[in-house]
């Protein structure tokens, strides 16, 4: 089974902070993502990366950005946290598009900044 | 700009009752429809993946059909069972470059009453 794994299931951190998130998957798969998940306005895509040194903006990369050093981690970073990105944070992985497989999710982190 | 849809946003049913969650679509360009169950406070798990070629995929109690002309898709549950209890996402893939970025609706609260 594909195992995507997310640092830290809560997280509380101060307004200003330098904030990192991390994401391993341990399947080899090509391409992996960032999702926030806001009530009323559902999942909305960060950031995504389809290969190692590869990132690309999605729907909403204002105040954040990515890194992803090696295949097999994708690490979200807030610059300067501020209120309005307490959310719950989801990291998924896939195959690559080719492969028309499933996105396989973390469990989320639930950040909120205070 | 591909928006989902998915109506009702809460559906409560007794249990053993078989069931139907719409899901609807604006752009019929798409490389697949996921559902996706998520738990409260968890992240998603992947149910079903049809291809943009395909009419249906079944697994289980669950069917999934796709009807990309009309911009639907039906998840069918058949003798609906407590453990169902979730929120059903469906998302859409719609090609971008080397990556299948997925357009989420915002979900099907379903309640199973034993």
């Known amino acids: 089974d594909v195992k995507v794994t997310q640092s830290s299931r809560y997280l509380v951190k101060r307004t200003g902070e330098k904030v990192f998130l991390e994401c391993v998957q341990d399947?080899?798969?090509?391409?992996m993502f960032w999702y926030r998940q806001d009530p009323g306005l559902g999942l909305r895509l960060i950031y995504f990366?389809?290969?190692?040194?590869?990132?690309e903006k999605g729907d909403i990369p204002e105040g954040y950005s990515v890194s992803r050093e090696k295949k097999e981690r994708f690490s979200l970073i807030l610059e300067s946290a501020s209120t309005n990105q307490t959310s719950m944070y989801l990291c998924?992985?896939?195959?690559?598009?080719?492969?028309?497989?499933?996105?396989?999710f973390g469990d989320g982190t639930r950040l909120s900044i205070l | 700009k591909q928006e989902v849809t998915q109506i009702p946003a809460a559906l409560s049913v007794p249990e053993g009752e078989n069931l139907v969650l719409n899901c609807s679509f604006t752009?019929?360009?798409?490389?697949?429809l996921q559902w996706f169950r998520q738990d409260p406070g968890k992240g998603l798990t992947s149910l079903l993946l049809i291809q943009s070629s395909q009419r249906e995929q079944t697994s289980g109690r669950l069917n999934a059909s796709l009807d990309k002309s009309s911009g639907r898709s039906t998840l069918y549950i058949a003798a609906s069972q407590p453990g169902d209890s979730a929120t059903y996402l469906c998302?859409?893939?719609?090609?971008?470059?080397?990556?299948?970025?997925?357009?989420f609706g915002q979900g099907t609260t379903l309640q199973v009453k034993p």
């Open positions: 990366s389809y290969d190692v040194k590869m990132k």
């Open positions: 752009d019929s360009a798409i490389y697949n």
């Open positions: 998302a859409v893939g719609a090609p971008s470059g080397n990556t299948g970025k997925l357009i």
């Open positions: 399947m080899d798969h090509e391409n």
């Open positions: 998924a992985s896939e195959p690559g598009q080719a492969s028309n497989q499933p996105q396989h």
